[in-house]
């Protein structure tokens, strides 16, 4: 069986996916085999040189006329065209794999949970994180009790590339068309990582207080005299509480110094903790009892999660690699006829905590979920 891929949006996750789908039949021979049948975009230039370079038989300009002809569906637009496109695949039978933030509200991520639970097939949320080797070696260590009983949940997503207040404006910049900011941007990574990492011993969050900051009010648009106005935040933080009374602290910036992609977590329990960067994502920091420090585990061997398909211990892998791993477990569910996790319905339920940050922030006052 072979599966033809519809994909839209051909930049930046376009190129991670469509270099996704060209690894796995070299590393993960067992995985469903692929043709990259269709490049969904509307510049008709760009397009073509896009599916040339990533290898798609054609392209085409209107979604509607592909979504029942594909076998698998990849909404990688920006976020303002998540829903629309994402609820007619699935309406129409078509397995659909959509980026993160499911969608720039919580009424429309609502409508696109209630449309991938209606649908008999799978509906995947990126979150490509959860496929880190080391996250997964994590959560083997936090469900196996090695952590004991969790207190405290950080997680912190840093990057730089707004500093400079003369960085021209995108859509990333405009409330209508990306929801929110560093807050949905970033960090829609970060609070799926508490859930998936302390879902099953800390249960849901429940309770949040939010700060929203916006550093720059306006930005140039580029290749003309105009600026733009900034309306989604450059940064936020927050305080959460789990079901279990687990204490947690989130933060995401797209203007701090010095920070590329500096996306930490570190969870500390009674019995021992972890700290994980994904600048150097082959690493976990762990302590278990008795032990008097941190030691640095590189997680490389071949039993750890998704090693074995890639190169001998120490031979690290990189951020690309997460994708691979990503697609491998939705199209193995797409051909299995099997679950999907992360689903539609973990992209739901990081939207709702996302929302909740926001009302708090305008509220001035903790909101409960």
């Known amino acids: 069986m072979t599966l033809d ?46 599916a040339d370079q990533f290898g798609f038989d054609r392209t085409a300009t209107d979604w509607e006329a592909v979504i029942d002809e594909v076998d698998v569906f990849y909404n990688l637009g920006p976020n303002h065209v998540h829903a629309e496109p994402s609820i007619a695949a699935l309406e129409a039978g078509t397995p659909t794999f959509c980026e993160k933030p ?24 990126a979150f490509n994180y959860r496929f880190v080797p080391a996250i997964q070696y994590a959560k083997g260590l936090i469900d196996d009790g090695e952590l004991g009983e969790i207190h405290h949940f950080r997680g912190q997503y840093l990057q730089d590339w707004l500093v400079d207040p003369d960085a021209p404006w995108s859509w990333r910049n405009d409330a209508e068309m990306a929801g929110s900011g ?16 302390l879902g099953d011993t800390a249960g849901e969050i429940t309770d949040v207080s939010g700060h929203l900051r916006t550093f720059t009010e306006e930005r ?16 936020y933080s927050a305080q959460i509480a789990f079901d279990s009374g687990v204490m947690g602290t989130l933060e995401a910036s797209r203007v701090a110094n010095g920070h590329k992609n500096a996306h930490t977590i570190e969870i500390e329990g ?35 999660p998704y090693v074995d398909h890639w190169w001998p211990p120490g031979h690290v892998i990189g951020w690309e690699h997460t994708f691979v791993h990503e697609n491998y477990e939705f199209l193995s569910a797409v051909a299995d006829g099997g679950e999907q996790e992360p689903s539609f319905a973990d992209g739901l339920a990081a939207q709702q905590v996302l929302d909740a940050i926001e009302r708090s922030d305008e509220r001035g006052e903790w909101i409960s979920l």
């Open 5 to 50: 891929i519809g994909m839209l949006g051909y930049r930046f996750m376009g190129k991670a996916h469509a270099n996704a789908l060209d690894r796995l039949p070299m590393f993960f021979p067992e995985a469903p085999a692929v043709n990259k049948d269709v490049l969904v975009g509307r510049d008709e230039d760009a397009l073509a040189d896009a």
């Open 102 to 125: 499911l969608a720039p509200t919580l009424d429309t991520a609502e409508e696109m949970a209630e449309a991938a639970a209606d649908a008999d097939v799978p509906a995947g949320a």
């Open 182 to 197: 560093a807050l949905g941007d970033l960090g829609s990574h970060t609070v799926d990582l508490a859930r998936f990492l």
């Open 220 to 235: 140039p648009v580029e290749g003309s005299d105009e600026t733009r106005p900034v309306t989604v935040d450059d940064a």
């Open 270 to 304: 009674s019995k021992g903790a972890i700290k994980f960067d994904l600048e150097r994502l082959n690493e976990l920091q762990v302590l278990t009892e008795g032990d008097r420090g941190f030691q640095q585990v590189l997680v490389t061997d071949a039993d750890d």
